[in-house]
């Protein structure tokens, strides 16, 4: 079946600008993550969303970062007044829950701050 | 809390040799341990996991083994080929729901 989809691929924007990003997870994945990828650094946990539980926002790194997912389904991840160290790879995962631990990763969306 | 501490790189190999990618964990209880790639310009996938100790993953001739009593769960893979030149980072998951702790990642090039 089809996996993680995100979108856009690519986002430029100028400082001060808000931007969005949007996940598609796996078809019934009810678990949702967004991470960040930083030049030169490993991934870090923004974000953890399960079915209806409130969200695990433990990992956003400052009030401009949230998140939202509609339906149990497709999330969006908005950055407020974007500065330039937000400038980063920001990956989403999904998974099964009930079944496994394993995470499976969308191709990322690459924002460039200006 | 947890922790996964990876082999810095980066690591270039010619084709055909022996690759060791070390990855060490700290961690409370009895985490899950993976390994996931990264090629070029695309996500991560998921290369092997091992879910309890002494269990080896294996896929695509990568193997690693799940040592609690070394809190290490180093990669290898006995002939590497030109096209497993990627990222790869090591990975502790603490149960279902629960985030993923990772490494920072090891570049491997491997050169004809």
């Known amino acids: 079946g089809a996996g993680v989809s995100q979108s856009p691929s690519n986002k430029v924007t100028e400082k001060g600008k808000d931007v969005e990003l949007r996940c598609d997870p796996i078809?019934?994945?009810?678990?949702l993550y967004w991470y960040r990828q930083s030049l030169g650094q490993g991934l870090e946990f923004l974000i953890y969303?399960?079915?209806?539980?409130?969200?695990?926002k433990s990992g956003l790194p400052s009030d401009r970062f949230s998140a939202e997912r509609t339906g149990g389904s497709v999330s969006t991840l908005t950055i407020q007044r974007t500065q330039q160290e937000d400038s980063a790879v920001y990956l989403c995962?999904?998974?099964?829950?009930?079944?496994?631990?394993?995470?499976?990763f969308g191709p990322g969306t690459r924002l460039t701050v200006l | 809390g947890n922790s996964v501490t990876q082999m810095e790189g980066p690591v270039t190999l010619s084709e055909e040799a022996f690759l060791t990618i070390n990855c060490t964990y700290t961690?409370?209880?009895?985490?899950?341990l993976f390994w996931y790639v990264q090629y070029p310009g695309e996500g991560l996938q998921l290369l092997l996991k091992?879910?309890?100790?002494?269990d080896k993953g294996s896929n695509k001739g990568f193997e690693a083994t799940y040592r609690k009593e070394t809190t290490s769960f180093h990669l290898e893979k006995g002939s590497v080929q030109v096209s497993d030149s990627a990222v790869y980072f090591c990975?502790?998951?603490?149960?279902?729901?629960?985030?993923?702790?990772f490494g920072t990642g090891t570049s491997l090039t491997v050169i004809p």
């Open positions: 995962a999904s998974s099964d829950y009930r079944t496994t631990d394993t995470q499976y």
């Open positions: 078809s019934g994945h009810t678990a």
């Open positions: 969303f399960q079915g209806n539980s409130a969200p695990d």
């Open positions: 961690a409370t209880g009895y985490p899950s």
């Open positions: 091992a879910t309890k100790a002494d």
């Open positions: 990975a502790l998951g603490r149960g279902t729901g629960n985030q993923f702790y």
